[in-house]
T-cell receptor, first 116, second 117 residues
């Protein structure tokens, strides 16, 4: 069965330092992978997605992620954290069904805390 | 374009009562998703529609939850009867549904926060 694991429930960084949010997936085929962000009292929003094109994907607000098939990882990074990046981040994998469609499976989430 | 609309935004009911949530997706979006997000957890997919057909409802507790998407546009999710453990935020999302949904970007509504007392 395909699944996604976010390795850290909380990540704490200082403003201006790099951000690394880790995500590993298990899949029997080349998956589509996504990162979504959920700010307090706001709706979920797509940050970026990988769909078998370039392995390094750039998203909004300076975030990027690299698909590494050999490591089954899709870690999210940002060179310099900003206070406004404080939010909950979800890694998502598209899972195939017997009917040929795809359904999304969310990780448990990583809470990013940014200190001034 | 207008976003995904959900109502109500908040609902408080007592256990064993029934409740219904409504979702209006972005115009032209073929795929519609309902999620349950319990505090501190990631969203759990309850049901996924492609137009007005069900793609997956394997995690929908069918003894108490039901959902429909008439005419392939808006959708309702119902709980009857509610249990304490149903307290959660119920999220609706829609997508264009391209390539069977493999690369679907989901656009989320604001959610409905349900409290069951």
């Amino acid at each position: 069965a395909q699944s996604v694991t976010q390795l850290d429930s909380h990540v704490s960084v200082s403003e201006g330092t790099p951000v690394l949010l880790r995500c590993n997936y298990s899949s029997s085929y080349s998956p589509s992978l996504f990162w979504y962000v959920q700010h307090p009292n706001k709706g979920l929003q797509l940050l970026l997605k990988y769909t078998s094109a370039a392995t390094l994907v750039k998203g909004i607000n300076g975030f990027e992620a690299e698909f590494k098939k050999s490591e089954t990882s899709f870690h999210l990074t940002k060179p310099s954290a900003h206070m406004s990046d404080a939010a909950e981040y979800f890694c998502v994998v598209s899972v195939s069904t017997s009917g040929g469609s795809y359904i999304p499976t969310f990780g448990r989430g990583t809470s990013l805390i940014v200190h001034p | 374009e207008a976003g995904v609309a959900q109502s109500p935004r908040y609902k408080i009911i007592e256990k064993r009562q029934s409740v219904a949530f409504w979702c209006n997706p972005i115009s032209g979006h073929a795929t519609l998703y309902w999620y349950q997000q319990i505090l501190g957890q990631g969203p759990k997919l309850l049901i996924q529609f492609q137009n007005n057909g069900v793609v997956d409802d394997s995690q929908l507790p069918k003894d108490r939850f039901s959902a429909e998407r008439l005419k392939g546009v808006d959708s309702t999710l119902k709980i009857q009867p509610a249990k304490l453990e149903d307290s959660a935020v119920y999220l609706c999302a829609s997508g264009r549904g391209l390539a069977g949904g493999r690369a679907d970007t989901q656009y989320f509504g604001p959610g409905t926060r349900l409290t069951v007392l």
